[in-house]
Nanobody, 126 residues
Framework: QVQLVESGGGLVQAGGSLRLSCAAS????????MGWFRQAPGKERDAVAA????????YYASSVKGRFTISRDNAKNTVYLQMNSLKLEDTAVYYC???????????????????WGQGTQVTVSS
């Protein structure tokens, strides 16, 4: 069992930065691949970034590549999402999720992940 709690969301101006954190409970955190998803009003929940358990592989959605960086600290049971050069279209609820098994090289779908957090709101203003 893994419990995930996101933090770090908030209101930021376009062009600004935020760093999201996702703290996981349980001693098996290092065995899971971790992903960040986002969902804007009226849209589907899509994968933004993912990182393998050993940090050997990463995935980024094309819309965030070069602006977002996913990282993890297995000693702290935490995964991060550094978001730079934020755009209005980055406004969404951001969720972290944990997946056991094969790494989703295309980010995967929401249903492929085993555990997820409650989400944190990110609002980018002009």
């Amino acid at each position: 069992q893994v419990q995930l709690v996101e933090s770090g969301g908030g209101l930021v101006q376009a062009g600004g930065s935020l760093r999201l954190s996702c703290a996981a409970s349980g001693r098996t955190f290092s065995m899971y691949h971790m992903g960040w998803f986002r969902q804007a009003p009226g849209k589907e929940r899509d994968a933004v970034a993912a990182i393998s358990w050993n940090v050997g592989s990463r995935y980024y959605a094309s819309s965030v590549k070069g602006r977002f960086t996913i990282s993890r600290d297995n000693a702290k049971n935490t995964v991060y999402l550094q978001m730079n050069s934020l755009k209005l279209e980055d406004t969404a609820v951001y969720y972290c999720a944990a997946k056991f098994g094969a790494f989703p090289r295309d980010g995967g779908t929401w249903a492929q992940y085993d555990y997820w957090g409650q989400g944190t709101q990110v609002t980018v203003s002009s």
